[in-house]
Structures are given as C-alpha cells and as structure tokens.
C-alpha cells in the first residue's frame, strides 16, 4: 500500500472519528439525565467514534493488523437500514450513500466529504421502511481487504505480515 493511500485512509478514520466524538459529547453533554435508550446510543456511538480515532492511528502508524482492521470499520459503515423497528446509519469521514425508501418508492442518493454521523433507532413508529448502502464504505473495505490478503495470503484472520 502506498503511502499517500494509507496516511489518507488514515486521515479520513481519525478525522471522522474526532469529528463525530466532538459532536456527541458535545450534543449528550448539555443534556440532563438522558434516558437508558439515549444513554445507550450515546455510548455506542462514542465506542465507534473511537474506534474510528483507533483505526486511523494504526493506519497512521502503519501497524500490522491496520489492513483488517480498517477493513471491518469501513465495513460496518456500509448498511443503512430504516423500519419503524429498527433503523441504523453510521459513517466515519467519508459518504457516498444510495438509498430505496419504500411506499412510495422513492431513490436517493447523499453524500459528504468529511463528517461523522451515527444513528440508532428503536421502535419509531411511523418511520418509512428504507435500505441502503454506503458505497463510499463499501469499496474502501472491499479495496481493504484485497490489500490485506495480498500482502498475506496464507496467515490467518486478523495476523497480516505489514502494511
């Protein structure tokens, strides 16, 4: 992996992690007593905000396992999924999303440079079913993870060799 390709990778994971760290203490923080549901969201949404800071520096640093790592961050990031259930959308520095909302069927696509945004939802009522993904995310992990098995091919998961 070239440099410029690992330190930019790296830049989007730590900058959007930071980005959406900042943002989430600094949006729950002025809040009093938030409720379990929220408080739930609130740290998950720290803990991949965090991760995403994580994910960055050992790009950054060019640690052995940054490969796969990155690879299942990018990944996570992928899925947007909307239902009166259950509703989930996460990215971390960089979107390019394509998205189907249901009755009336309607297509959308969205996306941003840098930024951050993590979104859990239960149990909305009234909330139009949608589903799509995060190409941007989708690409980077797949790209990720051919990298990751080039550069060792025989070890097993999680044990790449270098970056």
Known sequence: MNKWQR????????????????????????????STNSFIAIVLATAFFLWGVYCGVQMLEGNRKALFQNAVFWLVQAPLLQSPALGYAAFCGAQAQVLVKLSPVEVGISGSVLGAQFGLNLG????????????????????????????????????????
């Open 7 to 34: 330190r930019g990778l790296g830049i989007l994971a730590l900058g959007g992690g930071a980005i959406g760290f900042s943002s989430i203490m600094n949006t729950h923080l002025q809040r009093q007593a938030p």
């Open 124 to 163: 909305q009522p009234g909330e139009r079913i949608a589903i799509g993904v995060n190409l941007f995310a989708l690409c980077i992990s797949f790209w990720l993870m051919q990298k990751y098995e080039r550069a060792a091919p025989t070890s097993p998961l999680g044990a790449a060799t270098s970056v």
